[in-house]
Nanobody, 116 residues
Framework: QVQLQESGPGLVKPSQTLSLACTVSPAMGNYYWNWIRQSPGKELEWVGLTLSSGHTYYNPSLKSRTSISTVGSKNQFTLQLTSMTPEDAAVYYC???????????GGQGTPVAVSA
């Protein structure tokens, strides 16, 4: 079974771009590689995913600001979220799923705050 670990800055300023990485061990396989977030007091929100084929799918409400990609040589997939606002403050999780909507293995999550 794979293990996932998120990494990235814990604090970004408004209007900046958030960049997170998820390192997968031992290696990325044919999973659906998701990013999910949870803001304080809110439900989990799916941000988007990438497949081993390179296809990506995004939450329509975030699509214009989101980019997910893989770095195969590093067994990583990344999330970039532009134009950050305080509403984007959340714990961000990377999750491997065996199918659409499935969450089989997740990282421990990384908190991201948005403040000047």
């Amino acid at each position: 079974q794979v293990q996932l670990q998120e990494s990235g800055p814990g604090l970004v300023k408004p209007s900046q771009t958030l960049s997170l990485a998820c390192t997968v061990s031992p290696a990325m396989g044919n999973y659906y590689w998701n990013w999910i977030r949870q803001s304080p007091g809110k439900e989990l929100e799916w941000v988007g995913l990438t497949l081993s084929s390179g296809h990506t799918y995004y939450n329509p409400s975030l699509k214009s600001r989101t980019s997910i990609s893989t770095v195969g040589s590093k067994n990583q997939f990344t999330l970039q979220l532009t134009s950050m606002t305080p509403e984007d403050a959340a714990v961000y999780y990377c999750v491997a799923g065996s199918g659409w909507g499935r969450c089989d293995v997740g990282g421990q999550g990384t908190p991201v705050a948005v403040s000047a």
